[in-house]
RNA sequence: GGGCCCGUAGCUCAGUGGUUAGAGCAGUCGGCUUAUAACCGACCGGUCCCUGGUUCGAUCCCAGGCGGGCCUACCA
């Protein structure tokens, strides 16, 4: 305004409450940074400076936020806030997970659906349409409560995986990947939920574990073949030349696999028996078990006819269970060489059913015999190709019996019936109940089947050891999960099963030749309007997904059929591990942005992402770096892996459990920053930890009050000072007080800075909040007459310098963990109340969050300085403990105290900041000793560390011997520096520094101890010393009437007393010095005058009543 | 079943091959008093999960268990 004339004029805070409301003041600073546009700026601003990157692990967006949520959200946060401040661009796109069947189950949930066939009866189109909705049900959810968490993410321009150019780029990656033999169609044994009919990731699987599952266990018998239908002789020791009825046992828990039944394996290596008993149905029959499961299966029925390797049981033929007559309805097929079952040729005949090894087979359990149904089993799906067994498939994808007697019927449902036939023909060995742990679909709770099915996979096995060897160049926080959980997923890496026969997801690009099943894929939408046939191209062709897409046919270039699409859509974690290129729509534009930010610099996610989004960004780096697409084989540099968040039970939060905490209940009653500090500090981010809203509250007191009520000290003086922020201040009026201060603060400044540049928050966070206290509760205390009662203004403005400097060094350290109290007391104290510019001087930033980071001032620290007032510290603490025992108060003046520690510098300290420990200690007389002298007696210990390593085994003995030993004795000699040998103990010769002393105080005096440290006072009072602790319990009295009164600061008054000899006399000798505190014009004798404000009490038993009136 | 992490005071968590294992909160008692819905001190509170081993010495290192969490796995 010019008004000023060029007189500079001092800068007014803003006034600052003692108390204050998070919520409301976070509202505040959010219209503040919505107003000005901080968090844009806050990167715009650093156009040109180095990028540091950022990717943000899409959250899906069907279901409310809770504080699990929170967790992951403001970790992001806070790295690239200290990013922002350390001069980076820190740009941080946003993302929405969309696809997958989630999505799928919750529509199909609204709209009453339950299985594919009503989905397709309802429509693709429509029920797509209904996904695309839904997914964005709960996105104002999402915003609101990433907005009021201060989390700075750019949700305008954020990345959504079902968006066109999103799926165009995993496109362009399959095709990448096909070109390169990188991806295959497999036949192979996948979970799969016959309600949904598709296969479930491994992802998916591990959610939907029940534990104590009921399921049948069967023990049947396969009979063996007489021994004329074996093409060579079968094994002697089988015995079949007796003619006895023969069998091998074999366990199952699942009997609807049972007319699956191709071969039983054995463990070649592994001992087996025969063994004859009574049969059921009179006669005798012969059995084979492994010898080790005999007891088990048998208890002590039957004899041992015969013992022998399993490899003697191989290629012994055995008849089937059910006949093709009672079976009917399932062809028998063999695999072909790619591992796909095919029909046989008119030329062959089905392989028969035969004993075969198998390396897995263990003897721990069952009958060591394992039944192989190739449809079925992993294991038996390897076994069935590797040694060209038949393959059977009795069972429908959606789960029901195909042929035989039971067909239509679900498989679990025909479980009973299948034993109950095996029973009455004669074929049960023994069935029962075990309970054990089953996958179960984890949307739809059906049960999961393991079944052989084809499946399009990446060849991810192909990168395996470049996977592993990458993962070593990833910084991990914490380090364990790089080598432990992380590292051995790779290690055992199998190929990754990425279609999902389903509607809502990224359709994969690969078409089919009908007649030559030649495929093809294709790797943009250019491509494909090329390819295609003109009459099967949607116009315009603007959605790619299913079902407009699955009418795309393509001329097929060998044969000139027609291909088609595979119907399959992509896993949803493909899409998510897409997000580094297909963000950018990468290679079809963005190409400059792509580059600058790949990899990141920095991710963060809950420690359930090791699998997931860790796994397929790590393994899509590496795939596209094998193809030469990307410069690097990782997609991360920098990971912090959070633990989960448990309740106050250390259960896990989910929404099914249903103790989800509301984080709004937690933003309300104690803010953002509360919950934020709470999560950086209270455990490192990996471990996993309980959490109630009463914890937020507690740690929000101790340290986020606590320093508001400095910053509020301040303000309320400096403004009563005129204080000017911008005036140079006199190194020569500061105290050594100060320099210590500034001291703490800025070894602070260096460890936060240490930590945060290694990925440890928690690290960072605590030196903080040790400074905050040692600030309020050392350096304000101490200082507290300085602001208001200065020896002089030099002096008090040098107070108020380095208490500003504190806070706004604070301040700019709790920007990225508390941005929002940060901003607060940044822009009071640096940039001024509504400026844009900086009230207190041209070129402050305008937020924190557009300011840099504090630098160390090397000058400042003073390690010496630094540890002096830690023992002045510990050892006014240890005094304070005496006292505590001799019982006086701390108004009660003592006569002497004497300090021990325990080195000469320590000596020096404490004599050089005598008067800092008196003023704490109300002492007359501060003694600092080597020792302690007559006025205590003393126990003396060996010092371990010193006489551990020297000693040996020797030190028990010396341990005893000092136990025995004269103390006062010993302890002269140690003073006196005198060698030190002890009665029992030959050949050992003690100094000083290897006896440790613990001390009984004497008579008069109290003592305390502490790790060597030893605090004596004299708790001997004199009459003068009682005086004056009397008259100081009196300024105390009359303060508090002074409030009573409701006086102001600087009212004088007029008091009168009526006490006893002891009183009087106590005021007469320290009348002055009482009427000077409580600003008394006069103190007499009297009783109270009319409409005076009274108080009647004793002191140490002597009656008193004052009273006082405004003068 | 396997892997990883965790197990320390009533609660939330530090910590270390060495003296008598700590902090905050809670509880009890006391103190302070214009930073005051704060603050300071003391006390109370411990089988450092258990059992073995290594060591002069183990809460710490090793082995085996137990418990919790997470991840993972259809051995039939």
Redesign the pocket.
């Known amino acids: 305004m010019g008004l000023d004339g060029g007189v500079r004029m001092a800068t007014r805070f803003e006034p600052v409450g003692?108390?204050f409301s998070a919520p409301e003041l976070e509202e505040r600073v959010l219209r503040f940074w919505g107003d000005r546009e901080i968090f844009r700026r806050s990167i715009d601003e650093r156009a040109g400076a180095p990028v540091f990157s950022f990717f943000e692990g899409p959250p899906t967006a069907n279901g409310n936020p809770g504080v699990h949520h929170v967790l992951a959200r403001v970790f992001k946060d806070l790295i690239p806030r200290y990013k922002t401040m350390r001069g980076y661009q820190v740009p941080r796109k946003g993302g929405w997970d969309t696809h997958g069947l989630p999505v799928e189950l919750e529509v199909e949930k609204q709209l009453g659906l339950s299985s594919k066939r009503e989905i397709e009866d309802f429509g693709v189109a429509a029920f797509n349409e209904r996904c695309r909705a839904s997914v964005f049900a709960y996105v104002q959810e999402w915003e609101r409560m990433t907005q009021r968490i201060g989390f700075w993410v750019d949700m305008q321009d954020a990345y959504v995986t079902y968006s066109n150019e999103y799926i165009e780029t995993c496109w362009w990656i399959f095709k990448r990947l096909w070109d390169h033999g990188l991806m295959y169609l497999g036949y192979r044994?996948t979970?799969h939920c016959p309600r949904c009919e598709t296969s479930l990731s491994?992802?998916e699987?591990?959610q939907g574990?029940h534990e104590d599952t009921p399921d049948p266990s069967v023990t049947v018998r396969f009979r063996v073949k007489p021994a004329h239908y074996h093409a060579s002789a079968p094994t002697p020791h089988l015995h079949l030349e007796d003619g006895v009825p023969t069998s091998i046992l074999?366990?199952?828990?699942?009997p609807w696999t049972l007319p699956g039944n191709t071969a039983l394996a054995v463990n070649a290596e592994a001992g087996y028996v025969l063994l004859e008993m009574d049969a059921a149905g009179g006669g005798r029959e012969r059995v084979v078990v492994a010898a080790d499961r005999v007891e088990a299966v048998l208890g002590d029925a039957g004899d041992i006819i015969d013992a022998f390797r399993g490899r003697e049981l191989v290629d012994v033929l055995y008849e089937p269970l059910f006949e093709s007559t009672t079976w009917d309805g399932v062809e028998a097929l063999v695999f072909a060489p790619d591992g796909r079952p095919q029909r046989l040729k008119a030329s062959e005949s089905a392989p028969e059913r035969r004993v075969v090894a198998g390396a897995?087979?263990?003897t721990?359990?069952?009958t060591g015999v394992?039944?192989i149904a190739p449809a079925?089993?992993?294991?038996?799906y390897q076994l069935g190709r590797s040694a060209g067994l038949m393959f059977l498939q009795p069972v429908s994808l959606s789960g029901t019996l195909v042929g035989g007697p039971w067909a239509g019927r679900f498989v679990k449902e025909a479980d009973p019936s299948i034993t109950a036939d095996l029973r009455e023909r004669g074929l049960l060995w023994n069935a029962a109940t075990i309970r054990h742990?089953?996958?179960f679909c984890w949307r739809c709770d059906t049960p999961v089947l393991?079944y052989a099915k084809p499946s399009w996979y990446i060849r991810t096995t192909a990168i395996r050891d470049r996977l592993v060897e990458t993962n070593q160049t990833i910084h991990w926080v914490p380090e364990?999960?790089r080598d432990?959980?992380f590292g051995?997923w790779l290690e055992g890496n199998i190929d990754w099963a990425v279609s999902r026969e389903r509607y809502w997801g990224t359709p994969l690009p690969l078409w089919v030749c009908e007649l030559c099943a030649h495929t093809e894929c294709i790797g943009s939408f250019e491509e494909l309007r090329t390819r295609a046939r003109a009459a099967t191209l949607p116009e315009p062709f603007d959605d790619p997904h299913r079902p407009f897409i699955d009418a795309i046919e393509i001329d097929c270039p060998q044969c000139g059929g027609t291909m088609r699409r595979t119907p399959e859509v992509a896993d949803a974690w493909f899409d998510s591990g897409a997000m580094p290129y297909a963000q950018w729509h990468y290679p079809f534009e963005h190409g400059e942005q792509f580059e600058s930010r790949f990899p990141a610099d920095f991710i963060c996610e809950a420690?359930?992402q090791?699998?997931g989004w860790f796994y397929t960004l790590h393994a899509l780096a590496n795939l596209l770096h094998r193809t030469e697409d990307v410069s690097e084989p990782i997609a991360y540099r920098h990971v912090i892996v959070l633990g989960?968040i448990?309740d106050g039970d250390?259960?896990?939060m989910s929404k099914s459990r249903g103790n989800v905490v509301n984080p709004w209940d937690v933003l309300n009653d104690h803010g953002a920053d509360a919950l934020r500090w709470y999560l950086y500090t209270?455990?490192?981010p990996?471990?996993?930890?309980?959490f109630s809203s009463e914890?937020v509250g507690?740690t929000a007191?101790?340290t986020i009050?606590?320093l508001w009520?400095?910053y509020?000290?301040f303000v309320t003086y400096a403004n009563v000072a005129d204080f000017d922020v911008a005036a140079a201040v006199d190194p020569g009026s500061r105290t050594e007080l100060d320099r210590w201060v500034r001291s703490e603060l800025h070894r602070t400044v260096r460890q936060v800075t240490e930590a945060l540049d290694a990925y440890e928050p928690a690290d960072a966070g605590r030196p903080i909040a040790d400074f905050i206290e040692q600030l309020?509760?050392w350096y304000?205390?101490r200082s507290?007459r300085r602001f208001?009662r200065p020896d002089s203004e030099a002096d008090r403005q040098a107070a108020l310098h380095t208490l500003c400097e504190c806070l706004t060094t604070t301040a700019r350290l709790l920007a990225p963990f508390t941005p929002f109290l940060a901003e607060e007391l940044y822009r009071n104290l640096e940039a001024g109340p509504g400026s844009t510019t900086g009230a207190s001087g041209a070129g402050a930033a305008e937020s924190v969050h557009l300011a840099t980071w504090p630098e160390v001032d090397v000058s400042a620290i003073d390690e010496q300085l630094s540890s002096e007032v830690a023992t002045v510290q510990r050892m006014v603490?240890l005094a304070?403990?005496a006292r505590?025992k001799a019982g006086a108060?701390?108004?009660q003046p003592l006569a002497t105290a004497v300090l021990v520690p325990r080195t000469p510098a320590e000596r020096a300290a404490l004599e050089r900041l005598r008067d800092q420990i008196q003023d704490e200690l109300n002492v007359k007389t501060i003694e600092v000793a080597s020792d302690a002298g007559e006025r205590v007696s003393y126990t003396l210990?060996p010092?371990?560390?010193v006489l551990?390593?020297r000693l040996?085994?020797d030190?028990?003995r010396v341990r005893q011997a000092l136990a025995s030993a004269d103390g006062s004795d010993i302890a002269r000699r140690m003073r006196t520096g005198q060698p030190i040998t002890l009665a029992g103990v030959d050949g050992i010769e003690l100094a000083a520094s290897d006896i440790?002393l613990?001390v009984e105080a004497g008579e008069g005096w109290a003592a305390a101890?502490?790790?060597?440290y030893i605090a004596v006072v004299d708790a001997r009072l004199t009459p003068d010393l009682e005086r004056e602790g009397i008259a100081r319990?009196i300024v105390?009295r009359l303060?508090?009437l002074?409030?009573e009164a409701g006086l102001d600061?600087a009212d004088r008054i007029r008091v009168t007393f009526q006490g006893d000899g002891v009183i009087t006399a106590a005021l007469a000798a320290h009348g002055d010095s009482v009427r000077e505190e409580t600003l008394a014009d006069s103190i007499l004798a009297a009783t109270p005058e009319a409409g005076a404000v009274q108080s009647s009490a004793e002191i140490d038993g002597h009656p008193l009543t004052l009273a006082l009136l405004r003068a």
């Open positions: 003692s108390r044994v979970p491994s992802h699987i591990a574990y074999a366990w199952t828990t699942t897995f087979v263990g721990a359990d069952g394992v039944h079925f089993g992993e294991d038996d742990t089953y996958p393991y364990h999960i432990g959980r051995e420690v359930d090791t699998r989960h448990l250390g259960q896990k209270a455990s490192p990996g471990n996993s930890r309980r914890l507690e007191r101790r009050s606590t009520n400095t509020s000290f309020s509760n304000l205390r507290r208001s603490s304070r403990a505590a108060r701390v108004r210990r010092n371990l560390p551990g390593p040996g085994s030190v028990g440790l613990s101890e502490d790790g060597g319990e105390r303060q508090d002074r409030r600061l």
